[in-house]
Structure formats: structure tokens, C-alpha cells
């Protein structure tokens, strides 16, 4: 089903929106998050999730959270510098994004990527978010994703995920 | 070790949770070195379809969020 971007509607996950009809046969564990996790992980201010409308149709959400790297890298020399870098970094933790089956393939995971950096620029500015994160399925498809929108790199992985970050520092003075 | 938040996966009453969110990510030995090479200079890794999806991002009003 073709869709016009322009003509999508984002807006917060509230108590009445309807998200029964969501199918994501890529991944249940998205699936069953939105269904059966995201309002109550939002009561419970772990995460907020965000919905894409196409009418009245929902099409897919993203999920943002608070995360954080902690890298145990420190320089050979054995003197305190000043100007040593910080070793816990905070970051905006994308920790779920999907489109629904049938409008997968036409840019609406471009369109939300694009929300996702604008909070994450507002949020360098407010409190300080270095990185945005993102727990990538190991899918080539997936990581190609988060490379092409974004320029993530590979940092971490676990045993069915790929931790995978891009340095907001540098990005607005791009 | 990624920390895990929030109770376990079934849910009482058989309704199975999606997989927890997962906040942290702790970096050890060469993972910790790469990602400080990366620090020191990630705009390296920028792609110009990236920057152009930062543009877009910076341009959007935050009238969406509501």
C-alpha cells in the first residue's frame, strides 16, 4: 500500500489510542511492546512512545528512553589530565522503532528517525545527551538502517542484539 | 553487562511481556578503545545522507510531540 509521507500524522501514544491492528511479522517482540508494554512503561515514565498515523490508520511508532555508555577506556599514562574524556556518557535511547508490514520500504522509518534527532538536539541543548542509541536487531537490513539514518556505528553486541550509537557532539556544527 | 529494568517477561495471567528495555551498555577492553577512537572523530563516519536527515531534524517544528 502506497503512502504519502507528507501526509502523516505524529503525535504521543495516549490511554485511548487504538493499537490493536498493529502487525510487525518481522518482530513479535515489537509487537507485543507496543501492544502490551508501551502505555504501561509511559505510566511509569520508562519510556514515551510516539505514533505515525496515516489517516486513522496507525502505521508505526518509535519508543525513546534515557540510556547510558559506559566505556572503561582509560589512556596509558598513569596521570590525572584534565582533559581526559568522561567515561559515562548519557543518551537518547531509541529503544524500539517499527512500521507496520504492509507500509514497510517507503521512508516512514526515515520520517521517524527524523523526530527522534529532533529530540535528541533539543535534549544536548536541556540536559545534556551526548549519544543516541539504538538496541539493532543482528539483520543486516536493520544495521544498514541505522548506518544510512544516522550514521550509526556498531559498538556492542549481545546475544541477539546489536548496540549501535552515533556521537551527537559534532552533528550540529555539521 | 547490559542492565535489564523492569520485572520479568511473563506477565501474570499468561501475557507474555515484549523483551525489557535495556539502558546501559558498558564497554570493556578493545570494545572501550574503539569507541574512544570514535569519539575522538566521528564526524568521520558522517554519511551526507545523514547529514542530510540532520537537517530535516533540526528544521522540524516540535508540534509532533504532543
Known amino acids: 500500500m502506497t503512502i504519502n509521507l507528507n501526509s502523516l500524522l505524529f503525535s504521543k501514544l495516549t490511554e485511548d489510542t487504538d493499537v490493536s491492528s498493529f502487525s510487525c511479522s518481522a518482530s513479535e517482540d515489537l509487537q507485543d511492546f507496543l501492544k502490551t508494554d508501551a502505555k504501561e512503561n509511559q505510566r511509569q515514565k520508562i519510556s514515551i ?3 505515525v498515523h496515516s489517516g486513522t490508520e496507525l502505521v508505526a ?19 590525572l589530565d584534565i582533559n581526559d574524556p568522561p567515561n559515562n556518557y548519557p543518551a537518547l535511547l531509541l529503544a524500539r522503532i517499527a512500521t507496520k508490514d504492509e507500509y514497510r520500504g517507503q521512508g516512514i522509518g526515515r520520517e521517524m528517525m527524523k523526530r527522534v534527532f529532533n529530540v535528541a538536539f533539543d535534549l544536548t541543548e536541556q540536559i545534556g545527551c551526548r ?19 544516522g550514521s550509526f556505528i556498531k559498538i556492542h553486541e549481545n546475544s541477539d542484539t546489536i548496540q549501535m550509537v552515533v556521537d551527537l557532539n559534532k552533528v550540529r556544527n555539521e | 553487562m547490559p542492565v535489564r529494568i523492569l520485572g520479568v517477561y511473563p506477565k501474570a495471567g499468561g501475557q507474555i511481556m515484549a523483551k525489557q528495555i535495556e539502558l546501559e551498555t558498558v564497554l570493556r577492553g578493545e570494545e572501550a578503545r574503539k569507541f574512544n577512537e570514535y569519539v575522538n ?13 540532520f537537517r530535516d531534524a533540526r528544521l522540524l517544528s516540535t508540534d509532533w510531540r504532543k
Open chain 2, 41 to 53: 572523530a566521528p564526524t568521520q563516519h558522517f554519511t551526507k545522507e545523514s547529514l542530510d536527515l
Open chain 1, 131 to 149: 549519544f543516541v542509541k539504538v538496541d539493532a536487531k543482528k539483520d543486516e537490513g536493520t544495521i544498514r538502517f541505522y548506518q544510512k539514518n
Open chain 1, 61 to 79: 511508532f518509535f519508543s525513546l528512553s534515557m540510556g547510558c555508555i559506559k566505556s572503561d577506556f582509560v589512556k596509558k599514562k598513569m596521570t
Open chain 1, 49 to 51: 512512545t510516539y505514533v
